[in-house]
């Protein structure tokens, strides 16, 4: 039976080479296999891997019918780089996939924004997901690193929208209690700025 499958963890927990190693195995079976990622990543029709491997993909943009693209294609395996930036109907859409067309859908992204609050995309994968995977990643304490934080100009920050475009650098894998450290730290900062 087709599952819906969601592997969610921080920046850094490979997910992407996951998600290649997965796609790789289903097409060396002789699966007919489709990667998919929203349009939103600046990095369109291509999925990179920071380990250095990358594959060719189709792009979507927010308002795309998943159901209907994927429909008219003859695979047995989507694969969804960064689904955290699905729409909370286009997730639905792909719980019809496997439920009505039996396809496989593997979703890959992060769980959460930079300020620590759930994407719209990974809210209802938790929701509607078969199965639900976190791929560990390390903060630089030693501890496994859950949490995003967000650099602008080597500074820590809390404040801002919660997508900017192709920004990945700017941020970094934190243990919760690391990161809440760097929120004080900043909200001190910020509050010492304003008084001056
Ligand atoms: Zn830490």
């Known amino acids: 039976m087709a599952k819906l499958?969601?592997?969610?963890?921080?920046?850094?927990?490979s997910k992407t080479a996951n998600l290649l190693m997965t796609n790789y195995n289903y097409k060396?079976?002789?699966?007919?296999?489709?990667?998919?990622?929203?349009?939103?990543d600046t990095r369109t029709h291509q999925v990179f891997s920071r380990i250095g491997i990358e594959h060719e993909c189709l792009s979507f943009s927010?308002?795309?019918?998943?159901?209907?693209?994927i429909e008219r294609l003859n695979v047995h395996a989507v694969f969804i780089d960064e689904c955290q930036f699905c729409t909370y109907e286009?997730?639905?859409?792909?719980?019809?996939?496997?439920?009505d067309l039996k396809i496989y859908?593997?979703?890959?992204?992060?769980?959460?924004?930079?300020?620590?609050?759930?994407?719209?995309g990974s809210k209802r994968l938790f929701e509607l997901?078969?199965?639900?995977?976190q791929l560990p990643s390390v903060?630089?304490?030693g501890?496994?690193?859950?949490?995003?934080?967000?650099?602008?100009?080597?500074?820590?920050?809390?404040e801002g929208e919660q997508i900017e475009c192709g920004a990945e650098d700017k941020y970094i894998t934190k243990c919760r209690k690391c990161y809440f450290e760097d929120q004080r730290k900043f909200k001190s900062e910020t509050c010492i700025d304003k008084a001056i």
């Open 129 to 133: 997901a078969d199965k639900i995977e």
């Open 143 to 158: 501890n496994k690193s859950i949490m995003n934080e967000r650099f602008i100009n080597g500074r820590p920050t809390f």
């Open 62 to 69: 927010r308002d795309q019918d998943l159901y209907s693209t």
């Open 105 to 120: 859908v593997f979703c890959y992204g992060l769980r959460t924004d930079f300020q620590s609050h759930l994407f719209e």
């Open 139 to 141: 903060c630089e304490c």
């Open 5 to 13: 499958i969601y592997k969610f963890g921080s920046m850094g927990a």
């Open 90 to 99: 286009q997730i639905e859409q792909l719980a019809h996939v496997v439920d």
């Open 28 to 40: 060396t079976q002789g699966f007919g296999t489709l990667i998919l990622k929203p349009e939103i």
